[in-house]
């Protein structure tokens, strides 16, 4: 089992930055270090949308809608997955979620759209024009 929790939403301007958290803690055998983590968003009414997916080797991928604006990191020692969101843009406008999924490391299966089996509650971010 991992739990997830988010910071970090909130309201700003197009073209501001904001700074996503998630602290996560397992009570598996693993450690949070080994699980593919991603931030995945949600407007109300749509699908749910991959944003960004960062490996337990530290590879990372990006939606292309985000590529080049928005960076995903993890600290493992603190048990921490950020997103770092630069440019943003009203249509960056929906609530964000951190999730897990535990997949064999440095193969390609951690994508932003990968299917991931623990989430948080998420945050709301709002982009105004």
């Known amino acids: 089992q991992v739990q997830m929790m988010e910071s970090g939403g909130g309201s700003v301007q197009s073209g501001g930055s904001l700074r996503l958290s998630c602290e996560a803690a397992?009570?598996?055998?693993?450690?949070?270090?080994?699980?593919?983590m991603g931030w995945l968003r949600q407007v109300p009414g749509q699908k749910r949308e991959g944003v960004a997916a960062i490996d337990s080797d530290g590879t990372t991928s990006y939606a292309e809608s985000v590529k080049g604006r928005f960076t995903i990191s993890r600290h493992n020692v603190n048990n921490t997955l950020y997103l770092q969101m630069n440019s943003l843009k009203p249509e960056d406008t929906a609530r964000y979620y951190c999730?897990?999924?535990?997949?064999?490391?440095?193969?390609?299966?951690?994508?932003?759209?990968?299917?991931?089996?623990?989430w948080g509650q998420g945050t709301q971010v709002t982009v105004s024009s």
């Open positions: 999730a897990a999924v535990l997949v064999p490391a440095g193969l390609g299966f951690c994508e932003s759209d990968s299917s991931y089996n623990y």
């Open positions: 397992s009570s598996s055998d693993y450690t949070i270090g080994s699980y593919c």
